[in-house]
């Protein structure tokens, strides 16, 4: 066996479903990250104008970086009920990922009989991790521009590992297999896949309830729907992922702590209390008033007057004026004589702007 082909056998024992090596240099896919960024696609993600010449080329990296390891972990779907993005379900997958790649690294340096200068990279480095899973052969990219494969469809995490040492290549690009398919497309609760392999960040659920920072747009937010924490309809519905054989990393199985999530209660936990329960998840990203935020778009398309105490209450009490503001969205949207009461109360002594502009409109528009 090669080198190569003794690397691909240890990633498959360490846990990852597929394993590909490709040279290090430029991405073919650069083009397409000006044109998405060009568009304004990447909303409040400014990080993704930074170092573009690393992000298309990965040899930049490293110092003499020379090959590229791109793996995939897979991980289980969601249950129907989920309210959070199957892959936030187990332990972060950063570190659960990485602690392999760098078991990885210390095979490469022990095949090689030399001291190996390795990167590894689970979303921590500027680089086109689908660009360089579709180039090792992990998969192809789909419309919904996830990674496909056969064997897991889009329920895979992706990472890279790349070395100053020379690997045979091993991989080769995958043909596009979706044909005519466009049911991710047609599925997207926002409209945010706005043309086949396109994604608009800006309308995505998974942007607005982890990456973006500030309020959710309002016309956006009936469609979260139940969506706490990312969303998973464009995979879900798709055929090849329908097929999927889990084979989970133990570290990205289900943590019982989220078993059941409560969107009342994690609009109502203080800051220790979302410390404790978050813990080493990557939920942590969208912080806890995002977190609160996006509880109180649930609640309020959940559309039961059993929510309205938690709504008021965090409407009356909550320190973070962005989970203030999406109480009095959700309450408008509940309606009643409580709400508009609530409402009203919170408008008279309300300071911030934002939070009062919140207010104002859930009166003006809420149901009466």
């Not at 084979?247 to 199985?253: C, H």
């Amino acid at each position: 066996m090669t080198a190569a082909d003794l690397i691909i056998e240890r990633a498959l024992e360490l846990g990852f479903s597929h394993c590909g090596i490709l040279p290090a240099g430029p991405l073919a896919d650069a083009p397409r990250l000006d044109a998405w960024l060009a568009d304004g696609f990447a909303g409040e993600m400014g990080y993704m104008h930074d170092h573009r010449d690393l992000r298309v080329d990965p040899s930049k990296l490293t110092d003499g970086a020379r090959s590229v390891i791109a793996v995939a972990a897979p991980y289980a779907p969601p249950h129907p009920d989920d309210m959070i993005a199957a892959y936030a379900l187990g332990d972060d997958y950063h570190g659960a990922m990485r602690a392999r790649l760098v078991q990885l690294e210390a095979f490469v340096r022990a095949e090689a009989g030399a001291q190996v200068v390795g990167r590894p990279a689970v979303d921590s480095a500027p680089v086109l991790e689908r660009a360089v899973a579709v180039e090792a052969g992990l998969g192809w990219l789909g419309k919904s521009a996830m990674v496909l494969n056969t064997t897991h469809g889009t329920w895979t995490l992706l990472g890279e590992l790349v070395v100053d040492v020379d690997l045979t290549p091993v991989g080769r690009p995958h043909p596009d297999r979706c044909g005519r398919c466009t049911r991710c497309i047609d599925a997207c609760p926002t409209g945010a896949i706005v043309a086949p392999y396109r994604v608009d960040a800006r309308r995505c659920i998974a942007y607005l309830t982890i990456e973006a920072r500030g309020p959710i747009p309002r016309p956006l937010r009936p469609a979260v729907g139940q969506h706490l924490f990312g969303c998973d309809v464009c995979q879900s519905v798709c055929p090849w992922s329908a097929r999927v054989d889990p084979a989970p990393v133990p570290e990205l199985t289900r943590r019982a702590s989220l078993r059941g999530v409560d969107a009342a209660a994690i609009l109502a936990m203080s800051k220790p209390e979302f410390a404790a329960t978050f813990a080493g998840s990557a939920m942590k990203r969208a912080r806890r008033r995002g977190l609160a935020r996006n509880a109180a778009v649930v609640l309020g398309n959940r559309d039961d007057p059993g929510d309205f105490g938690p709504l008021a209450r965090a409407l009356a009490t909550h320190d973070e004026p962005l989970a203030r503001g999406h109480a009095a969205w959700a309450l408008g949207r509940i309606g009643g004589p409580a709400a508009r009461r609530s409402l009203d109360r919170a408008c008279s002594r309300e300071t911030d702007s934002y939070v009062w502009e919140e207010i104002r409109a859930a009166l003006e528009h809420g149901s009466p």
